[in-house]
């Protein structure tokens, strides 16, 4: 069974809803929440039932492009597994032959800044020619550059629709060239956050991630995000910072991502349990 929500009296229930489940529905809280705030990336809520769902993703309304696994990425949360997989098992909730993301509980940290601890952050003091700014679409190139899951046209077209979308940070030179940043995704999770090597060790990673941190709460949005646990720098950076960290559940079914219906006579239990990259 699935029903696809699209009242905007239930959605704005769903998000409510969402509330009392977090960290384990914060992405596809996210994602609800940019859907009743203008749903710029286009997306839809699926649920196994209503309003005593077990089962929640977020998918595109309509996705032409096969290969686009930027934009072709579905959020979800579950409170029984077994009607998550009868949702992913009926053929009309993702289109298995395309390439696409399935996200969910598989963030490594979710910072719980309060809005008193950030009012405490002390934002460095910046060169006057460097400037506190937001992204702007003539960065995404930079951006795809730099980007361990970019270098490609689809890349660089999804950094710059979520660039034009969503909120973002970064520090810029005095030539207007982005020397460190941050920006949110269509589950609102901050990722990309990067620094160039030769501006580093200068508090400039620290001053974009709270900047950031302090516009999605003005927002309403929880913060949240991903990270390597073998990359020590960002690691200890957020420690300092006072972030809750949450374990990676790498067994959950939810931990997967570009699966395509081309990996053989595999059953849709075994594909869920295939461990995804981090992003």
């Not at 809520?45 to 993703?57: E, G, Q, R, T, Y």
Request: proline content about 6%; charged content about 20%.
């Amino acid at each position: 069974k699935m029903l696809v929500l699209n009242c905007s009296t239930k959605l704005q229930m769903l998000e409510k809803m969402l509330r009392w489940s977090f960290p384990v529905s914060l992405k596809v809280y996210g994602a609800v929440m940019n859907i009743n705030r203008g749903n710029p990336f286009r997306k839809e809520v699926v649920v196994d039932s209503w309003p005593d769902f077990k089962a929640v993703i977020t998918r595109p309304q309509r996705q032409t492009d096969d290969l686009d696994h930027y934009t072709n990425a579905h959020a979800v949360f579950y409170k029984e597994p077994q009607a998550y997989q009868e949702l992913l098992e009926n053929t009309n909730t993702i289109n298995w032959g395309q390439i696409f993301q399935i996200q969910g509980f598989l963030f490594d940290w979710v910072k719980n800044l309060t809005e008193e601890l950030l009012a405490k952050e002390i934002v460095r003091k910046m060169d006057p020619k460097f400037t506190l700014a937001y992204l702007d679409i003539s960065h995404s190139s930079l951006l795809n550059k730099t980007w361990s899951r970019g270098g490609n046209p689809r890349c660089e077209k999804y950094l710059a629709n979520l660039i034009c979308s969503f909120p973002s940070a970064c520090v810029l030179d005095d030539k207007g060239y982005p020397l460190s940043w941050s920006l949110t995704d269509q589950f609102a999770t901050m990722i990309h956050s990067y620094t160039l090597p030769e501006h580093r060790r200068k508090g400039f990673s620290r001053l974009v991630t709270t900047t950031l941190a302090k516009k999605l709460h003005s927002c309403g949005f929880p913060v949240q995000g991903n990270v390597l646990e073998a990359n020590l720098p960002p690691v200890s950076l957020l420690k300092s910072m006072k972030a809750h960290f949450l374990p990676s559940p790498r067994s959950q079914p939810e931990n997967c991502t570009k699966i395509r219906s081309l990996l053989g006579n595999r059953t849709v239990r075994d594909l869920l349990y295939h461990s995804g990259t981090q992003l």
